[in-house]
T-cell receptor, first 116, second 115 residues
Framework: NAGVTQTPKFRVLKTGQSMTLLCAQD?????MYWYRQDPGMGLRLIHY???????AKGEVPDGYNVSRLKKQNFLLGLESAAPSQTSVYFC???????????????FGQGTRLTVV | AQTVTQSQPEMSVQEAETVTLSCTYD???????LFWYKQPPSRQMILVIR??????QNATENRFSVNFQKAAKSFSLKISDSQLGDAAMYFC????????????FGKGMKLTVNP
């Protein structure tokens, strides 16, 4: 019972490099999210998706792009990493409302990204 | 836009005692959901308890209970008989029942449990 799986768990990037974080969920959830967690800032929403092929901007989308080509996967891309993007990134998923699948979001284990 | 405020960044409690974590939120909606998540040092986000706004009865899960005051827009978490394993970051979260994609978190509160 994997739930939400994030790949990789840790990564160090040099400024200007690009990378993609992968989120995979096996619960057939419609909604998927990417958050970043910084000390004293809580979880801030980067981008989210309400279904396959759809994405939308959250609170802090600048410098990130996302794609949801398959329902089970939600990719977060950094095209040109900056030190300000050093953070812990969390992916989450949840079922469509009023489907009996609950109302909470399920989280991956996080990815610690350091940009030097 | 909805906001969630956790005004106390840190708290401590003695093992076996009771502690209450505060959370307030701002919304103009009448139907929504509230959550408390726990994040231990492992970093995993774990759901502690949930509350539906239309339910007047406060939610309870074993040693964890909430005091939901809808008019005051307050959602506090009470941990009874605190255990060392309760030491963690705790996040309060709000989810709209209408704009369901909106899932907003507070800044979190670090709870220390002293033996």
């Amino acid at each position: 019972n994997a739930g939400v799986t994030q790949t990789p768990k840790f990564r160090v990037l040099k400024t200007g490099q690009s990378m993609t974080l992968l989120c995979a969920q096996d619960m057939n959830h419609e909604y998927m999210y990417w958050y970043r967690q910084d000390p004293g800032m809580g979880l801030r929403l980067i981008h989210y998706s309400v279904g396959e092929g759809t994405t939308a901007k959250g609170e802090v989308p600048d410098g990130y792009n996302v794609s949801r080509l398959k329902k089970q996967n939600f990719l977060l891309g950094l095209e040109s990493a900056a030190p300000s993007q050093t953070s812990v990134y969390f992916c989450a998923s949840s079922p469509r409302p009023k489907t009996g699948g609950g109302t909470e979001a399920f989280f991956g284990q996080g990815t610690r990204l350091t940009v030097v | 836009a909805q906001t969630v405020t956790q005004s106390q960044p840190e708290m401590s409690v003695q093992e076996a005692e009771t502690v209450t974590l505060s959370c307030t939120y701002d919304t103009s909606e009448s139907d929504y959901y509230l959550f408390w998540y726990k994040q231990p040092p492992s970093r995993q986000m774990i759901l502690v308890i949930r509350q539906e706004a239309y339910k007047q009865q406060n939610a309870t899960e074993n040693r964890f209970s909430v005091n939901f005051q809808k008019a005051a827009k307050s959602f506090s978490l009470k941990i009874s008989d605190s255990q060392l394993g309760d030491a963690a970051m705790y996040f309060c979260a709000y989810r709209s029942a209408v704009w369901y994609e909106k899932l907003v978190f507070g800044k979190g509160m670090k709870l220390t449990v002293n033996p």
